[in-house]
T-cell receptor
Framework: DGGITQSPKYLFRKEGQNVTLSCEQN?????MYWYRQDPGQGLRLIYY???????QKGDIAEGYSVSREKKESFPLTVTSAQKNPTAFYLC???????????FGAGTRLSVL | QKEVEQNSGPLSVPEGAIASLNCTYS??????FFWYRQYSGKSPELIMF????GDKEDGRFTAQLNKASQYVSLLIRDSQPSDSATYLC?????????FGAGTILRVKS
């Protein structure tokens, strides 16, 4: 099955802890994205990557970090510097044509 | 002014009626427009995209775009209870997709 896989589905972070959210795609898409969604709000862009070994900050990058060592993988680390990490995190990918982005199932992050 | 604006709703329509969802955007240079459906607790699912002025139909869904008025809408014909969800409008700006906050649609049987 082609698609975007995010794991884990639920994640809990302790105070001062860094946590990493996984995003893997087998769609052969060049571009990948991370969004954050808070209740009643639209999606906000955290980071995006259009090619391997390159990525750019989105609108709310502070307290987050990413890497893009492989075309298939774009993990997001929520660092201890992110003081309000509780949210629904969505990974998306795009083949760069038609600007269409497809989403994974999401990871719901909460603070213990 | 928000880049992409939607009425938060909820918009309530009876089963079988036409639901009309609206979205306005601020960037006149935008070229690509998308409607996503998001069920509670789930990720967004693409249902329509439109690039040119006018109407685009796909089954029970019609997207309408008016670039001069910076307005894009989604019509859902013969609304079903399963259409009850949040509908997100998204507009491609300068290298990024900008989302509205979404309109909650409730279809009552």
């Amino acid at each position: 099955d082609g698609g975007i896989t995010q794991s884990p589905k639920y994640l809990f972070r302790k105070e001062g802890q860094n946590v990493t959210l996984s995003c893997e795609q087998n769609l052969n898409h060049d571009a990948m994205y991370w969004y954050r969604q808070d209740p009643g709000q639209g999606l906000r862009l955290i980071y995006y990557s259009q090619i391997v070994n390159d990525f750019q900050k989105g609108d709310i990058a502070e307290g987050y970090s990413v890497s893009r060592e492989k075309k298939e993988s774009f993990p997001l680390t929520v660092t201890s510097a992110q003081k309000n990490p509780t949210a629904f995190y969505l990974c998306a990918s795009s083949n760069g044509q038609e600007d269409i982005q497809y989403f994974g199932a999401g990871t719901r992050l909460s603070v213990l | 002014q928000k880049e992409v604006e939607q009425n938060s709703g909820p918009l309530s329509v009876p089963e079988g009626a036409i639901a009309s969802l609206n979205c306005t955007y601020s960037d006149r240079g935008s070229q690509s427009f998308f409607w996503y459906r998001q069920y509670s607790g789930k990720s967004p699912e693409l249902i329509m995209f439109i690039y040119s002025n006018g109407d685009k139909e796909d089954g029970r869904f019609t997207a309408q775009l008016n670039k001069a008025s910076q307005y894009v809408s989604l019509l859902i014909r013969d609304s079903q209870p399963s259409d009850s969800a949040t509908y997100l409008c998204a507009v491609m700006g300068r290298n990024k997709l900008v989302f509205g906050a979404g309109t909650i649609l409730r279809v009552k049987s």
